[in-house]
């Protein structure tokens, strides 16, 4: 393993294509005129003139001519394919913004166009993007309206400028899951000229901008994502609890039931859209932590009904949760409990905590952050 990174490390610097057995390894696995009076027309035309000049003064955005891509959305796929990639991070303009943290699929040697995603070899190891502009192309970024050819590209809900009037906006600015920062991350207006064998895509490393890759650090187009199912469904007892909560709301069905029972119940209504006992099942212990976190949950509610479907929920819930059925309780305090896990797809151990609230009754008190 030394001496492969050692090699990676060594192909990483040299700016040359990577080697066959590099990609192979980081990999885990396209009519008669009328007689018109001369006065009446020479004034239809004076009129004319002088209307098209307020139309050029007061529109002047109608002269930039724009046009469209159509994108395929990525599908769920099953496969045992070696073409699966796990990107260290994925950059995906558009709607679906929040398959980044899954294992992707992706199709080598297939023609890219405007908006597909390309996942690439970077120094940070294989990263995936949202390709804006094709090898000739002249690509302005102009606060996040993408400019290729002097025409307004319009995809994955780009073509406007963002402004302080929407930058805060999910739902208005498409750039606004890709912040790497706590607060609003800068435009970093560029033009770039792409050279034969160059493409351009969306960076974040230090502020949205654009920059080229080229057809030798190119994996190949990513046209879906991995595709898990549930490791755990509810017991026969979880359900009559799951339905009889949804039905009442009352939380003193919990009483005496186990904090892992409580947390599948929070789980499985996340999986299912259903709010309403989600909101209803968190902790109802007040602290500064679980206010921020009941806060942030009120936020991410508005973007969840905005964005995910029920077959997306499952997925990304599927993956992260996986192995919970297996989870371990450990109570800290009288108040404070912990669950933990170990992923059967990854290998990775998460931790979230319980509270436990005056009446005795454990509540999840976690939330699986959105962005």
């Known amino acids: 393993m030394k ?26 696995i396209p009519p008669k005129r ?18 098209t000049f307020l139309i050029i003064t007061q529109f002047p955005q109608l ?32 709607d679906q913004w929040m398959l980044r943290g899954l294992p992707m699929i992706v199709e080598e040697n297939a023609q890219l166009n405007y908006g597909d995603y390309v996942a690439y070899y970077s120094t940070n190891g294989i990263v995936v993007s949202t390709v804006l502009g094709l090898s000739g192309d002249k ?89 898990f199912k549930p490791t755990f469904s509810l017991s026969t007892d979880e359900k009559k609890l799951y339905d009889a909560f949804k039905e009442s709301l009352d939380i003193e069905l919990f009483r005496g039931v186990s904090p892992l029972s409580i947390a599948k119940i929070y789980i499985v209504a996340e999986m299912e859209l259903d709010y309403e006992i989600y909101n209803a099942l968190f902790t109802t212990v007040e602290d500064p932590s679980t206010k921020q976190i009941r806060k942030y949950n009120e936020k991410a509610q508005k973007v969840r009904e905005a964005y995910f479907t029920k077959e997306i929920q499952q997925l990304i819930s599927a993956y992260v949760f996986a192995g919970l059925e297996n989870g371990t309780f ?38 699986r952050a959105l962005y």
């Open 139 to 227: 690509v302005h970024m102009d606060q996040g309206q993408i400019l290729v050819n002097d025409k307004i590209l319009h995809v994955h809900g780009l073509g406007e400028k963002i402004t302080n009037d929407n930058e805060d906006n999910p739902l208005q600015n498409p750039y606004f899951f890709h912040n790497i920062s706590k607060v609003i991350d800068d435009f970093i207006n560029k033009e770039v000229m792409t050279k034969k064998g160059e493409f351009v895509i969306y960076d974040n490393q230090s502020g949205h901008t654009i920059t080229t890759i080229t057809d030798a650090q190119i994996i190949g187009k990513v046209i879906g994502v991995q595709n």
């Open 63 to 94: 002269s930039k001519q724009a046009f469209s891509s159509e994108v395929e959305p990525l599908s769920i796929i099953t496969t045992d394919s070696s073409n699966v990639i796990d990107p260290e991070y994925a950059f995906l303009l558009g």
């Open 330 to 367: 450990r109570e800290i305090n009288d108040t404070l409990g912990e669950i933990s896990y170990i992923s059967p797809i990854n290998g990775s151990e998460t931790s979230f905590n319980m509270r436990k609230n005056k009446k005795g009754i454990w509540q999840p008190a976690f939330s």
């Open 34 to 51: 009328q007689q018109t009076n001369w006065k009446v027309q020479t004034i239809a035309a004076s009129a004319c003139i002088l209307l």
């Open 3 to 28: 001496e492969f990174k050692d090699k990676l490390k060594e192909e990483l610097q040299s700016e040359v294509p990577f080697s066959a057995d590099v990609k192979k390894r980081l990999m885990q």
